[in-house]
């Protein structure tokens, strides 16, 4: 199997009024292709500030982060932004849904903004699967909080990304609606060869990934 993504001695030091907050220290991973990975740790333990560095969306104080043969901070951040709608797909903690769209506009905002189309029989297939077909006229504002979050998992997975970045994607759902969900992601996974980068507290989650890779205030372990 060979290896999407690597990230080297990655560290990020928030810095706020009262001092310095530590979040990642030194932080070294190998994640390899079509892998289904869990990122478990406490709350404030660093899960979502280190999904962000391993994945450009916020730049790290230190450290390297290699995807796909590509220094991701390298790259400007226009260039960042482009590479990374082709190559990634995220589901945030927060669904980062755009207000003044309407949730099939949402879905297909990646590839939109990339000059793609999206591939129409997918789009049904997973609209209907995370039983979001009937709500694609809807805007977010006229959604539940476990509505907008199957949006923003239709719309990474749409994209057809080689990783796939997950905060809580189950977080605000029912048990069956969560497990459905999770089974849908993983499936699209299996069949496209993506890497799956979870984070969750959920400890089926946590069972059902090939490896899980802990972390406790900001120290990392893969296992
Ligand atoms: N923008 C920020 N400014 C300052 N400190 C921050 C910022 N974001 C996170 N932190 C701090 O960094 C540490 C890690 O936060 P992070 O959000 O990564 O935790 P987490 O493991 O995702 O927690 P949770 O499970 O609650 O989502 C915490 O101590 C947090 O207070
Ligand atoms: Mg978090």
New binding site residues.
């Given amino acids: 199997m060979s290896t999407i993504l690597q990230a080297r001695e990655l560290c990020k030091t928030?810095k706020?009024s009262s001092g310095d907050?530590p979040?990642l220290k030194n932080v070294n991973l190998d994640l390899e292709e079509g892998v289904f990975y869990a990122i478990t740790?406490?709350?404030?333990?660093?899960?979502?500030?280190?999904l962000h560095a391993l994945s450009g969306l916020d730049r790290p104080t230190g450290g390297r982060v290699t995807v796909d043969g590509t220094d991701l901070y390298s790259y400007s951040d226009d260039r960042m932004s482009a590479f990374r709608r082709r190559t990634m797909g995220f589901i945030f903690?927060q669904y980062n849904l755009l207000e003044d769209y309407n949730v099939k506009a949402n879905i297909c905002m990646p590839l939109t903004l990339d000059g793609r189309r999206p591939d129409e029989a997918f789009f049904e297939e997973i609209t209907q699967a995370l039983g979001i077909h009937g709500k694609l006229r809807k805007y977010p504002v006229e959604l539940s909080g476990g509505e907008q979050q199957r949006v923003a998992i239709a719309r990474c997975v749409l994209a057809k990304p080689k990783l796939i970045f997950a905060?809580?994607p189950t977080g605000n759902l029912d048990k069956r609606t969560g497990d459905e969900t999770m089974a849908l992601l993983t499936s699209c996974a299996a069949k496209y060869g993506q890497t799956l980068i979870v984070?969750t507290?959920n400890p089926e989650i946590v069972s059902m990934a090939d490896k899980v890779i802990s972390?406790e205030d900001?120290v990392v372990t893969q296992g």
């Avoid at 740790?41 to 280190?50: E, H, P, V």
């Fill in positions: 928030y706020t907050v979040a740790g406490r709350s404030g333990s660093g899960k979502s500030t280190l903690q905060d809580e984070v507290h972390i900001g």
